[in-house]
T-cell receptor, first 111, second 112 residues
Framework: RKEVEQDPGPFNVPEGATVAFNCTYSNSASQSFFWYRQDCRKEPKLLMSVYSSGNEDGRFTAQLNRASQYISLLIRDSKLSDSATYLCVVNSGAGSYQLTFGKGTKLSVIP | DADVTQTPRNRITKTGKRIMLECSQTKGHDRMYWYRQDPGLGLRLIYYSFDVKDINKGEISDGYSVSRQAQAKFSLSLESAIPNQTALYFC???????????FGEGSRLTVL
């Protein structure tokens, strides 16, 4: 089983749709979790951290399920500007050098 | 101006040449990293450094070396470039408290 696994997509959704991405991780000792966004030919940027209790930032909701070892990202009311690749990132240790990146899920929001 | 700056942004070179990618940051972070990104493989860690005197190998360090010249500068060298080192290279720093990574804009390297 790969350390951090994501559905590569692409997810093609119409504007206004709700879309959800899942990410599974293999290391049960993983301590912190993140979603990064990467636009085409650009650097990744932090979208949001994922907390045990779940967290929401505007149209974005992230959830963590430790028992099943997966995290999710929900995007409501999709905008054209949400088109990007979403990277699931897992920190399996105390130091950030133990960050493992998923390969990313590509989202295209269509007019 | 970007907080994490990489040079060059694009480079085409030939097999066997020595290449240096440079990274400088104004975030004031102690922790710096070099990653490479390949289509279908995601981001993989090459080297990381937690301070000027600290250098550590990452997942894929073979064929690479690094130098941490100052808190703000971290360079990556390919002593003898080979075609399978063709990739997009990212330098990053991290916030010690939050773990958030801040990436440079990337250096696209092509080895012919």
């Amino acid at each position: 089983r790969k350390e951090v696994e994501q559905d590569p997509g692409p997810f093609n959704v119409p504007e206004g749709a709700t879309v959800a991405f899942n990410c599974t991780y293999s290391n049960s000792a993983s301590q912190s979790f993140f979603w990064y966004r990467q636009d085409c030919r650009k650097e990744p940027k932090l979208l949001m951290s994922v907390y045990s209790s779940g967290n929401e930032d505007g149209r974005f909701t992230a959830q963590l399920n430790r028992a099943s070892q997966y995290i999710s990202l929900l995007i409501r009311d999709s905008k054209l500007s949400d088109s990007a690749t979403y990277l699931c990132v897992v920190n399996s240790g105390a130091g950030s050098y133990q960050l493992t990146f998923g390969k990313g899920t590509k989202l295209s929001v269509i007019p | 101006d970007a907080d994490v700056t990489q040079t060059p942004r694009n480079r085409i070179t030939k097999t066997g040449k020595r290449i240096m990618l440079e990274c400088s940051q104004t975030k004031g972070h102690d922790r710096m990293y070099w990653y490479r990104q390949d289509p279908g493989l995601g981001l993989r860690l090459i080297y990381y450094s937690f301070d000027v005197k600290d250098i550590n190998k990452g997942e894929i360090s073979d064929g690479y070396s690094v130098s941490r010249q100052a808190q703000a500068k971290f360079s990556l060298s390919l002593e003898s470039a080979i075609p399978n080192q063709t990739a997009l290279y990212f330098c990053a720093t991290s916030d010690f408290n939050t773990g958030e990574l801040f990436f440079g804009e990337g250096s696209r390297l092509t080895v012919l």
